[in-house]
């Protein structure tokens, strides 16, 4: 999944990397062709997608952070929102954020990345689950697993003191979307430089501007 990100010229460093593997706000999500029963190799990558969970910010945080002129860090369509139109119940909702989006380089201009988007807003809404077969809430994932909350403790204690010990209960690297239950968000959302290639693309896939950025990006001259 790196290798497309960097070739998809994504701004890329080993925090990234780090980030994308251990961050529970972070989630990535693959396209690939069809599995081979027979076979105990995983398909080629078609197509990876990287998001992160925004929201559900307190509106005594959001008129708080606004009154002082603050924006922190994170978040960064609630307080964009937030800031630009004077709204401090939008940071309330939750939603997810595409931070990257990748095609395999010999699969581009394919369909591929628009399908992706695609199915991972109907996997937001529900219309991926398989209730039998759930095996993953992604709200225990994200917000509330005893495990998580047992390992930050441990790491208080400090490398000298730490316990190297093999971990139980590891979530499977490559999870069907079927046996997921999404979390409940209010929208879906992404944030880019604009180009006429990238608004074409998101816009085919209903994606609908709601702020440009006056100033254009001191690296690429882009208008966010």
């Known amino acids: ?33 069809p599995l081979d ?4 190799k995983i398909p080629d990558i078609l197509c990876a997608i990287q998001v992160c969970y925004e929201g559900n910010v307190s509106k005594e945080s959001i008129s708080s952070s606004m009154a002082r002129g603050m924006k922190p860090a994170g978040d960064l ?10 709204d401090d119940n939008f940071g309330m909702l939750n939603g997810v954020r595409v931070v990257r989006i990748a095609t395999h380089p010999n699969a581009q201009k394919k369909g591929y990345g628009s399908k992706a988007l695609e199915l991972l807003q109907k996997y937001y809404e529900g219309m991926m689950i ?6 993953t809430d992604e709200n225990d994932e994200i917000f509330g697993k005893t495990e998580n909350a047992e390992m930050m403790e441990e790491s208080k204690e400090g490398l000298l003191s730490e316990k190297i010990k093999q971990r ?32 074409n693309f998101w816009t085919k896939s209903s994606y609908v501007p709601i702020y440009i950025r006056q100033t254009s990006n001191d690296l690429t001259g882009e208008h966010t």
């Open 168 to 199: 139980k209960n590891l979530p499977p690297i490559l999870q069907k979307l079927s046996e997921r239950k999404p979390l409940p968000i209010q929208y879906l959302g992404t944030s880019f430089g604009i180009t006429p290639e990238l608004y």
């Open 77 to 86: 369509i609630p307080w964009t929102v937030s800031e630009q139109f004077q």
């Open 1 to 33: 999944m790196m290798s497309l990100f960097v070739s998809s010229h994504y701004k890329n460093s080993p925090n990234d990397l780090q980030l994308m593997s251990d961050a529970p706000g972070h989630a990535l999500f693959v396209l690939i062709g």
């Open 130 to 135: 398989d209730i039998d077969n759930i095996k």
């Open 37 to 40: 029963q027979q076979k105990s």
